[in-house]
């Protein structure tokens, strides 16, 4: 069955095209169709309880997944968060992303997983495939051209049409060929149209060229006018209750505004998807399996820039002292903010704590911070205020009100250990977001220094805190709480100082009294008086006496988020002090990177070795540990390419122009392809990374339209290598690509079959295939020059 069991009514189709509530699709029993549930995604199942309070499995970011290259590998992955949502009652995700890293200022970078299209596409597809193994529909995500932050909601992309075919739409082609069962139509506009209403790409090239016969959604609250949405190819507006599609689209059709043939086609799309996401399902991985996947994936997308000396993989029985310094060490970022965001499983070992557990047996390890770990917004580090029952030893204690101030007796209690707390839609009833109420957090703070600390707090509402019961400080609630995680994750508050004695234990209570809005925030903190200049003297003492130092730098969750693009790709300032003083004083220093998105690289030089962790997921600190050790390969190759230096970067600034619109104005020429014709080379160019196994490779030939290559192991470990197949006219491009892995000293033969979608060009009158001999080569990077061949094609 591939629809509804009996024709629908005008009214009942109609009811089909816009939800039923937040994450529901609307359901008519009757006629065979099921409501379908929906979650956030993609690095784990997402805004279930629309808001943080979800505890699921947390992934590598897609870009520390790109960085694998690895097809098999992402499947196991979308096949753990598959299994999740079945286990959480979810028939589909909003993921994969993707959209494409043009810029490394763009916020939500962390979520794509390459600058490059086709690595992009294909590593979704492999996603995609996965977690759909599991019964679990897959709904990428966001078409198209949603690949930066800045005036999402109303930026109009300006890109040709070639380029829109060949690259932006290229990742979504894969998907679809994937058998991916919808799509979720972008915030923005592309040349002149709003994506929820363009024609051109939703109807002409997804539905009519590609054949797509699954469903397009909206993006949640993406909708403008339902009557030119339902006519270009959108079939379902989210959020729900409907807005401008349901039953106005039965009124628009009556006074022949839309045809009944294309409220048909909607319904039916719906109905299939329906069927087919809340069909049979496997059953969860086991806890144990999933772990160990998402572990295993950590360390595959770790990327090894540098090794000088061959100072990585550190011998535990070498080392007398191991100094580990720097703020993510104990504070690690990761996931990035995004409404996707999801809470940290309780117990969740940092990275200090999985390098203690490996090396600590052997070896004394000292731990400095060197610099504040957040200096946005700092933590709160409190004991709840009260037993409930939960088993929870850190956090504060969240009591939720009908009223406005608190009174009465709460609606609901709950333990968070978090210091920003996000409900998105509403706070106290999760599927209304116009009612007002109030939330009360509180907690036992011990001081530990005595002095003046610094309490900080922040909301979209009217918020107070409390210390021992006298005020201290109030936030004025003047958010705009529609579009607010740039906001929310930015930590803007008020703060002020309270002078407490060491030794001492205080109540702090944050009361947030809200009014309807589809986003609400809270976020508090306190900074301890602590001083910069003590922090970085105590890191350097520690280094200065280390055999070697594991320097862990990077983000916090507010550095790159959802609704804000970044000002820069720069390490703050004091992390980059850091740096410089700890190498001067110890030259064995590996420098970890916890970032999301190509960063500034500049000052990697100074380091022993180099190596990008990106935003891990909670496999994190055994990942870790156990690449640092060598129990594990830092599998990974560079996603995206990190420039010589900003200026560089073919695509770098996302403001829009007075009128509204970006410019794509360098075509097709994106990342490595733009640097590379621009005869600017990269620091680290895509591709490029090490691991601890040689490889050579041999016997490298074209066999019709495939490209063969023996690969052997030539080191005394097990590795992997990944084999890059490129072409470099009229402008560089992968092709192919394989990632093999070896045992020591063995071999085995690699077969590329270039994808042809690559071998074409998009002209006026269509596609045009590419004809006569094709240069390609085999290589290790984008900027390799590796093995030269020939493609012969008629």
Request: charge should be negative.
């Amino acid at each position: 069955m591939s629809g509804p069991v009996r024709k629908l009514s005008l009214d009942e189709a109609s009811s089909l095209t816009a939800g039923a509530a937040m994450w529901a699709s609307v359901g008519i029993p009757d006629a065979g169709i099921a409501s379908f549930t929906m979650a956030d995604g993609p690095m784990g199942v997402a805004s279930g309880n629309v808001d943080e309070r979800d505890i699921s499995l947390l992934t590598p970011c897609p870009t520390a997944l790109g960085a694998s290259w690895d097809r098999e590998l992402v499947r196991k992955v979308g096949r753990v968060v598959g299994g999740d949502a079945v286990a959480r009652g979810v028939d589909a995700v909003l993921g994969p992303n993707l959209n494409l890293a043009r810029s490394p200022l763009a916020g939500r970078a962390f979520e794509y997983f390459s600058e490059d299209p086709f690595l992009a596409g294909c590593l979704g597809a492999a996603w995609i495939t996965g977690l759909q193994e599991t019964g679990t529909g897959a709904v990428a995500k966001h078409m198209v051209c949603n690949d930066s932050e800045t005036a999402r909601d109303s930026v109009d992309v300006q890109v040709d049409e070639a380029t829109l075919r060949e690259v932006y739409l290229l990742p979504f082609e894969l998907a679809h060929e994937a058998d991916c069962r919808a799509f979720l139509a972008a915030y923005n506009k592309v040349n002149g149209a709003w994506c929820s209403e363009s024609a051109r790409v939703l109807s002409d090239i997804v539905k009519d060229e590609w054949g797509f016969d699954g469903l397009i959604m909206s993006d949640w609250f993406g909708t403008h006018s339902g009557v030119d949405a339902i006519n270009a190819g959108l079939d379902l507006e989210m959020p729900g209750p409907a807005r401008v599609m349901g039953q106005k689209l039965a009124d628009a059709a009556a006074h022949g505004a839309v045809a009944e043939g294309r409220l048909q086609d909607a319904a039916e799309r719906v109905a299939r998807v329906a069927q087919r996401v809340t069909g049979p399902k496997a059953a969860p991985a086991d806890p144990s399996a999933a772990e160990a996947v998402l572990e295993e994936a950590a360390a595959a997308g770790m990327v090894l820039l540098r090794n000088e000396g061959g100072i990585l993989p550190l011998s535990p029985a070498s080392l007398t002292k191991l100094a580990v310094i720097g703020p993510n060490a104990a504070a690690p970022c990761y996931q990035g903010g995004t409404f996707a965001k999801i809470a940290v499983a309780p117990g969740t070992p940092s990275p200090i704590e999985g390098i203690r557990a490996r090396f600590g047996e052997a070896c004394e390890i000292v731990f400095e911070p060197g610099v504040d770990p957040q200096p946005r917004l700092p933590a709160m580090p409190v004991r709840p205020a009260r037993d409930i029952g939960d088993g929870c030893t850190t956090g504060m204690t969240i009591d939720y009100f009908a009223s406005e101030d608190c009174s009465g007796a709460p609606l609901t209690s709950e333990t968070r250990d978090t210091n920003s707390l996000v409900w998105f839609v509403g706070v106290h009833d999760q599927a209304r977001f116009d009612r007002a109420g109030s939330v009360r957090a509180t907690g036992r703070f011990s001081v530990t220094q005595s002095g003046a600390h610094r309490f900080y707090v922040g909301s979209t509402g009217a918020a107070r805190l409390s210390v021992n019961g006298a005020e201290a400080v109030r936030a004025g609630g003047t958010v705009d709480a529609r579009d607010v995680m740039g906001v929310l994750k930015r930590g803007d508050a008020e703060f002020a100082d309270v002078v407490l004695e060491a030794g001492t234990q205080v109540e702090v209570e944050v009361t947030f009294r809200f009014v309807g809005a589809r986003v609400h925030g809270l976020w508090f903190g306190v900074r301890s008086p602590d001083s910069a200049e003590a922090m970085l003297a105590r890191a350097i003492d520690a280094a200065r006496s280390a055999d070697a130092v594991v320097l862990i730098v990077g983000e916090t969750s507010d550095s790159s988020v959802e609704s804000k693009d970044r000002a820069d790709t720069k390490l703050a300032e004091a992390q980059l002090e850091l740096i410089r003083a700890v190498t001067a004083v110890n030259p064995r220093t590996i420098a970890v990177v916890n970032v999301g998105h190509a960063f500034d690289a500049e000052w990697g030089d100074l380091c022993a070795a180099l190596l990008v962790a990106w935003y891990p997921g909670q496999g994190f600190a055994h990942a870790l540990a156990s690449v640092l050790a060598g129990d594990r390969e830092p599998g990974g190759r560079m996603p995206v390419s990190i420039a010589q230096c900003e200026s560089d970067y073919p695509a770098f600034d996302l403001t829009p122009a007075a009128d509204g619109s970006l410019v794509y104005a360098e075509g097709s020429r994106i990342g490595y392809r733009g640097l590379i014709a621009d005869g600017r080379p990269a620091r680290h160019p895509v591709g490029s990374g090490e691991g601890y196994a040689r490889f050579a490779w041999s016997a490298a030939r074209v066999e019709g339209e495939s490209v063969h290559v023996t690969v052997t192991n030539t080191s005394d470990r097990a590795g992997a290598e990944v084999v890059q197949l490129y072409r470099d006219a009229p402008e560089c491009a992968l092709l192919g690509f394989a990632k093999v892995w070896l045992g020591a000293g063995e071999a085995a033969q690699v077969v590329i079959q270039p994808d042809p979608r690559l071998l074409r060009h998009w002209q006026p009158q269509g596609w045009q295939a590419m004809r006569g001999p094709i240069a390609v080569r085999l290589a290790r990077s984008a900027e390799d020059g590796g093995i030269p061949l020939v493609l012969m094609r008629s």
